[in-house]
Structure formats: structure tokens, C-alpha cells
Nanobody
Framework: QVQLVESGGGLVQAGGSLRLSCAASGRSFSIYNMAWFRQAPGKERDIVTTISRSGGTTYYADSVKGRFTISRDNAKSTVYLQMNSLKPEDTAVYYC?????????????????WGQGTQVTVSS
């Protein structure tokens, strides 16, 4: 098991940047694949990006590819989401998630452990 706490959300103008952090507690952060999901009001919670245990493999949703970057620092038990060129449609609650699988998953059910979420609002 692992506990996850997101931070770094806020209000930013379109074209701006934010960096989200997800701090994990527990002794074995490096065994988990990590992911960021987001959920806008009235919408499903959908994948944004995932990263493998060592950080060697990543996946990005088409909507964020080229703008967002996921990274992790296993020594600090932290995963990051650098968000650049933000658009109003990026407005959502962003959730950090952890899971164990042979391959990176893109579905909610692939990630049993979740943070509380952090709000990102992008104004036009």
C-alpha cells in the first residue's frame, strides 16, 4: 500500500505553466507504476500520463502530448507533472495514482491507490 498527496495546482492563464507534485509515503515507491488522471466537472476521470517504475517508459494522452511531461524521483518518492502551454480545456481536478502491472495501464482500474486530487484551473 502507498499513500499519495498531490500539490501544486492553482489558477493560471492560458499558455502558462504549472508543475504538480505527488508525494508518496510508504517504503517501496519504486515498485509502483505511477499515473496522472484528470476529471473535469460532469466528465469521466481519464488518463493523462503514466510512467514506469524506473521512469524509463512513459505514455501520454494525445490531448497533452508535447505539452506535459511526467517524471519521477524515486529517491524522493515523488512523481511530477510539468504542464506547459496550458489550455482552458486542461481545467480539471488532477489525481495521482499508483499501481502494479506488467505493462503501464491507462484505465482507472489499473491503479488501486489514489491521491485526493488538486485543482487546476486555466483561464482564457
Amino acid at each position: 500500500q502507498v499513500q499519495l498527496v498531490e500539490s501544486g495546482g492553482g489558477l493560471v492563464q492560458a499558455g502558462g505553466s504549472l508543475r504538480l507534485s505527488c508525494a508518496a509515503s510508504g517504503r517501496s515507491f519504486s515498485i509502483y507504476n505511477m499515473a496522472w488522471f484528470r476529471q473535469a466537472p460532469g466528465k469521466e476521470r481519464d488518463i493523462v500520463t503514466t510512467i514506469s517504475r524506473s521512469g524509463g517508459t512513459t505514455y501520454y494522452a494525445d490531448s497533452v502530448k508535447g505539452r506535459f511531461t511526467i517524471s519521477r524521483d524515486n529517491a524522493k518518492s515523488t512523481v511530477y507533472l510539468q504542464m506547459n502551454s496550458l489550455k482552458p480545456e486542461d481545467t480539471a481536478v488532477y489525481y495521482c495514482a499508483a499501481g502494479i502491472a506488467f505493462k503501464l495501464g491507462v484505465n482507472r482500474d489499473d491503479y488501486p491507490y489514489w491521491g485526493q486530487g488538486t485543482q487546476v484551473t486555466v483561464s482564457s
